[in-house]
């Protein structure tokens, strides 16, 4: 266990040098200490996934303990970086919308009708403030009640129809 050190106020900082990530089969992960210490099941959680994504990976348990942290991703080789991206790009998917069709509300729940990057969609948000966040001036992110997230990366480069839609909401 001490090849994982530093500790930093209960935080545990995972050294590049020390850790190894292998796949188990097709969907597992695994982390393996330098030491021989083997995690089995583990997945990488992001502290800022929108802001900065290659920094401060929590890696976990299926317990959902956090074993440690990567300071910066970009730290481990390639090959680890690879296979860590693709746990997070899972993790955090995010279609961009590219058209709105139409959006409804009925009861506090708007009903989104959408084409996004990845093909059409309808979703479902809860109310307006919360779910529905600016990230600077024009891009916008959206969370559906089924917590899957959304991006309109710049507003003000959809089409007048969707940007009436959107007024809706905003």
Known sequence: MKEIQPEVKGIVILDPEKIRFERMDSEVLKMVLKDGTVYPRVYPVSAFPVSDPDRYISIRSVENNEIGII??????????QALIRRELRLRYFVPSIKEIYKIQEEYGIYMW??????????????????????????????????????????????????????????
Not at 71 to 80: A, D, G, H, I, T
Not at 143 to 150: F, G, M, P, Q, S
Request: glycine share 4%; aromatic share 8%.
């Open 71 to 80: 300071e910066n991703l970009k730290s481990l080789p390639p090959e680890q």
């Open 113 to 170: 009708n959408v084409k996004t990057d990845r093909g059409k969609k309808v979703f479902y948000v809860k109310g307006r403030n919360e779910n529905i966040i600016f990230h600077g001036r024009t891009r916008l992110l959206i969370t559906d009640i089924e917590e899957c997230r959304y991006e309109i990366t710049d507003y003000t480069k959809l089409s007048w129809r969707s940007q009436r839609e959107l007024d809706k909401v905003l």
